[in-house]
């Protein structure tokens, strides 16, 4: 990870350092893009955040449990509890439609004139990957959808967000997804379609970076660690969050494992850096930025999984988190 240099160093936090910002948060609904629509909500931000999951109608990831109109409640909630104007707008929208981005940037434009922030966290393709198939073996219709809901998500989210985004200097474009571009490149993040439809991003911010730089903007790919998002919980490991290092017993390395809020902290410290352009179309990690910017998980701990990965995971059976987090 490129830029050394801690920014915030001997510089107090602001209580609420993107207040007056607004941000677009596409994949809003569960993990990370909930956790993240949140943190942006705390540091005074208003969020619109979107995703195909509401109270009336379930979505093929099957989550009912999950809702965009409870994002923004919790958004909104956060905002409070700091005391500052952080706002959360739900908008439910299936970002394979493109009249429904459209309709989307539209009512931002329309009732907030600007946009500052955009993060294409759009995602849900999990029940769809057939982990342990060849690429020929795999279903060729799960695959393509696979590669529509991680790829063509985000051009379309792009494409209508980015001409509101690059109206005003300072704004920030990020890419998410699973895996640093140095743990990606040299790795197979099989099978064939996943690896795509998670490699692709990272070509995307590094493109973007390219055409929005001359507007004064940023963009960059962000990646979590091993992400405990509900799913992962309740439904691969069966614990709860209070509970979660039973799961270890499953799979000893998962004590490497962070939150949803590292990632949502790691994006509010680089929406809030005024030198966010240093990471102009990097790769990006919530363990990495943690050590840029001194933010912690909840349990005050900071997972750097990708080295952790890296240097341990595949080096050995025996888990041993010393030095990681």
């Given amino acids: 990870m490129d830029g050394n240099v801690n920014h915030t160093e ?17 994949g809003a609904t569960r993990g990370a893009g909930r956790a993240m629509a949140v943190e942006l909500g705390r540091a005074g931000a208003t ?6 999951t509401t109270r009336a109608h379930i979505s093929e990831v099957g989550r009912s449990k ?18 500052g104007p952080g706002t959360g707008i739900a908008v439910p929208t299936d970002h394979l439609e493109p009249e429904q981005v459209e309709a989307l940037v539209d009512r931002i434009d329309r009732e907030q004139g600007r946009l500052d922030i955009l993060v294409n966290d759009i995602w849900g393709g999990d029940l769809h990957v057939e982990w342990d198939k060849k690429m020929w073996e795999h279903d060729l219709d799960k695959g393509l959808r696979l590669m529509r809901l991680g790829i063509e998500t985000h051009i379309v989210t792009s494409r209508y967000a980015l001409p509101l985004l690059v109206k005003n200097p300072g704004g920030l474009v990020v890419e998410v997804t699973d895996g640093t571009e140095e743990y990606n ?4 993040r099989k099978p064939f379609y996943y690896d795509l439809a998670k490699g692709v991003p990272l070509r995307m911010a590094h493109n973007l970076a390219a055409e929005v730089e001359e507007y ?20 691969y490991f069966k614990v709860t969050e209070e509970n979660w290092q039973e799961g270890c017993a499953q799979n000893p390395h998962f004590a490497i494992s962070e939150t949803p809020v590292f990632v949502g902290r790691a ?6 850096d005024p030198e ?18 001194g933010f912690t998980d909840v349990d005050g701990t900071a997972p750097d999984a990708w080295r952790y990965i890296t240097e341990v995971d595949q080096g050995s059976k025996t888990a041993d988190v010393t030095g990681y987090r």
């Fill in 10 to 26: 001997n510089t107090p936090a602001l209580p609420h350092p993107l207040a007056g910002k607004i941000a677009l948060v596409a």
């Fill in 47 to 52: 969020v619109y955040a979107t995703g195909r």
């Fill in 66 to 83: 999950e809702t965009i109109e409870e994002t923004a409640e919790l958004i909104t909630a956060a905002g409070r509890e700091a005391g």
């Fill in 185 to 188: 490149t040299h790795n197979y």
């Fill in 216 to 235: 004064g903007c940023t963009a960059l790919c962000l990646t979590p660690g091993w992400l405990r998002s509900e799913a992962m919980l309740d439904t």
């Fill in 267 to 272: 994006l509010v410290a680089l929406a809030a």
């Fill in 276 to 293: 966010v352009a240093r990471w102009n179309g990097k790769s990006l990690s919530s363990g990495g930025l943690a050590k840029e910017y």
